[in-house]
């Protein structure tokens, strides 16, 4: 049985609350939220979910011939998860869209990109990852709360 596709109206939810309060930019734009029977891949890796422009033919026949942007998750991925971490999956896919300095959605690639060879050898061998090091030891507890509060209890 091939890959099946449906609404997904729980991600849709977080996602707009998540904008409403912490991603205002994103406010107004288009995402469709979609779930998908299997995980998606990216570079042949299965991930949770993807944030994605679809365009050129597929885009067309949608009726979108400029393309349109998914949310993408994957159902057996997103079964395993609790809230906090589904909340946290959602607003990770989001900060792949942005607006670009024509007022247009776009995607956004990654602050880090790294291999764990490399950290496991070199660690934090420049700025980013540097930052990124102190962030990840701790995250940010009241923000952390602040979000689950406002997600979890609308
Ligand atoms: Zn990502």
């Known amino acids: 049985?091939?890959?099946?596709?449906?609404?997904?109206?729980?991600?849709?939810?977080i996602a707009e609350r998540l904008i409403e309060h912490f991603k205002p930019d994103l406010e107004g734009f288009d995402i469709t939220y979609i779930f998908c029977s299997e995980?998606?891949?990216k570079a042949g890796r299965e991930v949770t979910a993807l944030a994605r422009k679809v365009i050129g033919l597929n885009a067309w026949?949608?009726?979108?011939?400029?393309?349109?942007f998914v949310m993408e998750v994957g159902l057996p991925a997103w079964a395993e998860l609790t809230p906090e971490q589904k909340i946290?999956?959602?607003?990770?896919?989001l900060c792949h869209f942005g607006v670009d300095d024509e007022g247009f959605l776009t995607l956004i690639p990654h602050d880090i990109e790294e291999f764990n060879e490399i950290a496991r050898t070199h660690g934090a061998y420049h700025d980013g990852l540097v930052s990124f090091g102190h962030a990840l030891q701790h995250g940010n507890e009241s923000s952390r709360s602040e979000i689950l509060e406002k997600i979890l209890n609308g």
């Open 1 to 13: 049985m091939g890959k099946e596709y449906s609404s997904a109206p729980e991600i849709e939810q």
């Open 39 to 41: 995980n998606p891949k």
């Open 61 to 68: 026949l949608a009726g979108f011939p400029d393309g349109f």
């Open 88 to 93: 946290a999956v959602v607003h990770h896919e």
